[in-house]
């Protein structure tokens, strides 16, 4: 593929022990097709789930995904040195933390900023191979490592390529007492050619009604610029959202959360529909709700069990109207910890399945079923390929789940039916039953 024209840049970051990084693919498992409730009347798979470490995955796309998606959002680790857990309980005290009930969630820990380095640079690389030619980057990051970054963003797009960077304002308490309290983020945004998509229209707001007040008064008072007032403005490139802690509706508990809000700016402003966004950071996926929410495919990718997790369990929750697909990297994990425990029951062509219990040999952090976030079928369990078509899901800070789901099978003779369920912590486990329809 021929690459673009950039730019040098005037200054390359160096570090103890740079090297030309290598890139050795893994190998991509198809794990499981997921067919939403709203989704069994397509089988357009729109969606990408990705399991496992985002350098060996982003390079095993490379051969399909090269030079093909529109948007790369990446909200990596923030050199922080911190390890971080989610919370798995509800009804708790939020002014108590040392009550919480808490799961590890991942680590943001490096031996020095050298070994941060040698992660996020070989990803940048990569990243800029699987971006299209009119493809954007949003690189998340804070204080800590905005300013490497973008020596390494210069270094990998072209110093011409920056199109803004963005500071992410928010509240919050701050423990700083010796400083300027610390709130924002730095969003850097890269284009990989100089015909990248900018969607001005689709993310105006409206103007101050301090500014709305002055040109109704005076309509010349921009200096012979008249704002057209109804239209709305661009944004400026520093935003306000309130963080994740603040919106009730969209808490799920995972460290480091992005609002939806966030999120849609980004996406509206710089891809269409039907064209591919990406996030190989993924977390609790926001990225991919919000982009299937707005009609856009997407590949979403995390190495915790629990990012994975979250990210299925808001998918089901937004009974999406196509069907996706998650893969996990050979080697990977197939089976889990839980123990599932199922009653079946047959009434001619229809079959009930009841969930019991979910036991595992750790013991779990509170009791059946409250312990269980969300559960799945397969009616035709082929040994391989789990398909989800039946889904029960625990709604977020909710007590109440379904332990109890049906099917009607069109035609007789054996099946293997499999129950896959997951838990609060992020541990899963499958069960499988043999069953016979008569004739």
Not at 89 to 113: F, I, L, N
Request: glycine share 8%; aromatic share 10%.
């Amino acid at each position: 593929m021929k690459r673009s024209r950039r730019s040098k840049p005037f200054a390359r970051l160096e570090w103890q022990g740079r090297r030309r990084p290598e890139h050795t693919p893994v190998t991509l498992e198809l794990d499981t097709e997921t067919y939403p409730q709203d989704a069994h009347h397509t089988t357009e798979f729109t969606g990408q789930l990705l399991t496992g470490d985002n350098l060996g995955v982003m390079t095993a796309l490379l051969s399909e995904w090269e030079g093909k998606i529109d948007l790369i959002y990446l909200d990596p680790p923030f050199l922080t040195g911190k390890a971080y857990s989610a919370r798995i309980g509800r009804g708790e005290d939020s002014r108590r933390p040392s009550e919480w009930r808490t799961v590890a969630s991942y680590q943001d820990t490096w031996r020095d900023g050298a070994e941060y380095l040698d992660m996020l640079y070989p990803r940048l690389e990569i990243m800029h191979r699987l971006l299209s030619p009119s493809g954007t980057i949003y690189l998340h990051l804070d204080w800590h490592a905005s300013a490497y970054a973008r020596v390494l963003m210069d270094e990998i797009f072209g110093p011409a390529r920056l199109l803004n960077e963005i500071v992410w304002v928010y509240h919050g308490p701050s423990p700083i007492r010796r400083a300027f309290k610390r709130k924002h983020d730095t969003i850097l945004v890269y284009a990989k050619s100089k015909n990248y998509t900018f969607n001005a229209d689709a993310v105006r707001v409206a103007y101050d009604p301090s500014t709305v007040k002055t040109f109704s008064s005076s309509p010349k008072a921009g200096f012979g610029k008249v704002p057209d007032l109804e239209r709305g403005k661009v944004p400026e490139d520093w935003w306000y959202f309130p963080v994740v802690a603040r919106l009730h509706k969209e808490r799920t508990g995972y460290p480091t959360q992005k609002p939806e809000a966030l999120m849609e700016r980004i996406i509206l402003a710089s891809s269409n529909p039907g064209e591919i966004v990406a996030d190989f950071f993924c977390g609790s996926g926001t990225t991919a709700i919000v982009a299937a929410r707005l009609g856009r495919d997407w590949i979403a990718c995390d190495s915790s069990p629990l990012a994975i997790h979250t990210t299925y369990r808001r998918l089901l929750l937004e009974n999406l109207e196509a069907p996706f697909k998650i893969w996990r990297s050979e080697g990977g994990p197939t089976g889990g910890a839980l123990k599932p425990q199922i009653s079946v029951s047959q009434s001619g062509s229809q079959v009930h399945i009841d969930l019991k219990d979910i036991p595992s040999e750790e013991p779990p952090t509170v009791a059946f079923p409250q312990n269980l976030n969300f559960w799945e079928v397969d009616w035709d369990f082929d040994g391989n390929v789990f398909r989800s078509r039946s889904q029960a899901v625990r709604l977020w800070r909710d007590d109440e789940i379904n332990l109890r789901m049906g099917h009607t099978y069109p035609h007789p003779g054996n099946h293997t039916l499999a129950v896959r369920v997951f838990d609060n912590r992020g541990i899963t486990g499958i069960t499988t039953q043999q069953i016979t329809l008569p004739g």
